[in-house]
């Protein structure tokens, strides 16, 4: 071997060394505290080697099975609507998209996807949209009502973006037991980066707050790899779901959507949404932690390594088929095979295929 190439060899294998004892140290010292310094929080999302992550998500599975054993809970996603009033950059159904072809579910349809979802066993809907104002406060609400009558023993998930504190707790008396809001970023340059200047990084942390203090289960989360996202944002974000305390947290990789202003910039990566999902798992070990589409979207196995690395929720799609294609948030989409709730079985036999069991109770926050 030439002498040039063995020292450079032999020094990667020193690095790779030292990188997994220091993963080793930190990720016990995160496991036990569940908390680490920022740097410490900085070198653990920059460690690389193998070896080193497996031992991350090694230890993330562990605490994931400490609390849910091998169970991976389903959520039946039900995108009732497309139309939206923002304008978010990395959204494909942002407001200025001309191209998208916006639809809207009737009440019935609806209900029919819930029914389709309650026989294949599906006890958790998750009803997410565009802020489409079509859905009044009384006509989400009476959806709301009607859901929790015919299905009392499911929960009902909104996924709804911002609206005022009365409409929450109108939505929540009628039923509705959770709420997803992804914070998206905990950084306010980074948000503005973001969004246009009409949408307000303290008004969505502000509906955050709300809904946890009305009594919703709330989830938060961001993305990854969205443009302008530095380790110091990322460190941001932990500390802001370290106060926030949600019971669920969403986080999957951007992913570039053709559409939009952001049509050009490079997306999320699998390892670097791994290694945040098994941080997650580590710093909140109860929390409910989904493999997201998105995850499933950029890699062929992605949704399973995503549960290989502490995420143990995932939401197929109850949606028509006639409509998925055309909630495209981002370019390449899952939305059929494994998808799409009909494939359940598909889906109980991948995670069989890693250890795990679809479960198919409400699966409340343990929190
Ligand atoms: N209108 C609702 C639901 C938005 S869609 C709301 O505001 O909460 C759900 C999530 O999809 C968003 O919170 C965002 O984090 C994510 N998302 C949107 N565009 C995306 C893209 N291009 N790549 C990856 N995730 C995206």
Not at 324 to 349: F, N, T, V
């Amino acid at each position: 071997m030439e002498k040039g190439l063995r020292i450079r060899e032999e020094s990667e294998n020193v690095n790779n060394e030292k990188e997994y004892e220091t993963i080793q140290e930190l990720t016990a010292r995160l496991r036990q505290e569940q908390t680490l310094p920022d740097a410490a929080f900085r070198a653990l999302l920059q460690m690389e080697s193998e070896q080193a992550l497996e031992c991350l998500y090694g230890n993330a599975r562990q605490v994931q099975e400490a609390h849910y054993g091998k169970k991976v809970y389903a959520r039946g996603l039900i995108e009732f609507t497309n139309y939206c009033r923002n304008n978010c950059y990395y959204c494909g159904i942002r407001c200025e998209n001309r191209k998208a072809e916006r639809y809207r579910l009737s009440e019935n349809a609806i209900y029919s996807c819930a029914a389709e979802g309650y026989a294949l066993g599906f006890r958790t809907f998750v009803l997410q949209g565009g802020e489409d104002i079509f859905f009044t406060k009384e006509k989400l609400g009476s959806i709301i009502l009607h859901l929790k009558k015919l299905y009392p023993d499911c929960a009902v998930t909104l996924s709804f973006g911002e609206w005022d504190e009365q409409t929450y707790k109108y939505w929540f008396d009628c039923g509705a037991d959770r709420y997803l809001l992804r914070h998206e970023t905990a950084d306010e340059t980074h948000y503005q980066k973001l969004h246009p200047p009409e949408m307000s990084f303290a008004d969505r942390r502000k509906c955050l707050r709300k809904l946890k203090e009305i009594g919703y289960q709330v989830g938060a989360g961001f993305m990854i790899g969205s443009p302008g996202q530095t380790l110091d944002t990322i460190v941001a974000d932990l500390r802001f779901l370290q106060q926030l305390r949600p019971h669920m947290i969403g986080i999957g990789p951007f992913i570039p959507q053709q559409d939009t202003p952001f049509a050009a910039e490079s997306g999320g990566t699998l390892e670097m949404t791994r290694k945040l999902l098994a941080i997650l798992r580590l710093m909140f070990p109860k929390v409910l932690l989904p493999s997201t589409t998105a995850l499933g979207s950029i890699h062929p196995k992605g949704r399973e390594l995503g549960i290989l690395s502490g995420a143990n929720v995932v939401m197929p799609n109850l949606s028509p088929a006639e409509v998925r294609r055309k909630y495209q948030i981002y370019d390449h989409k899952l939305y059929s095979g494994c998808e799409s709730a009909q494939s359940k079985r598909l889906l109980a036999s991948q995670m069989a295929s890693i250890g795990y069991e679809l479960c198919m109770e409400r699966g409340d926050s343990l929190m």
